[in-house]
């Protein structure tokens, strides 16, 4: 068993940045591929960005390319996701997720999730 939690959340301009964390309550980092979804109102959870540890691979959706970056510090249980150039449209809540074996992009595959911190860019 995995347990995830985001902090980092908040309210920001457009064209600004933050910084989400997200911990594990063990070592989950050589086990499992780490992810970010989020999900705004009526919408379903989107892929944002994914970290497999094995190859310390990144993959990114592609409304985020360029202006997002995930990555993780392994002696700390803990991944992070660098938001920067943040649009109106990237207001969500951002969930941190974890699963065994590879990469996927379905929110469906993952099976461990945090309980979800709110983003809101305002324009």
């Known amino acids: 068993q995995v347990q995830l939690g985001e902090s980092g959340g908040g309210l920001v301009q457009a064209g600004g940045s933050l910084r989400l964390s997200c911990a594990a309550s063990r070592r989950t980092f050589n086990i499992y591929t780490m992810a970010w979804f989020r999900q705004a109102p009526g919408k379903e959870r989107e892929f944002v960005a994914a970290l497999n540890w094995s190859g310390v691979s990144t993959v990114y959706g592609d409304s985020v390319k360029g202006r997002f970056t995930i990555s993780g510090d392994n002696a700390k249980n803990t991944m992070y996701l660098e938001m920067n150039s943040l649009k109106p449209e990237d207001t969500a809540v951002y969930y941190c997720?974890?699963?065994?074996?590879?990469?996927?992009?379905?929110?469906?595959?993952?099976?461990?999730w945090g309980q979800g911190t709110q983003v809101t860019v305002s324009s």
């Open positions: 997720s974890a699963k065994r074996g590879p990469y996927g992009s379905s929110w469906r595959a993952y099976d461990y």
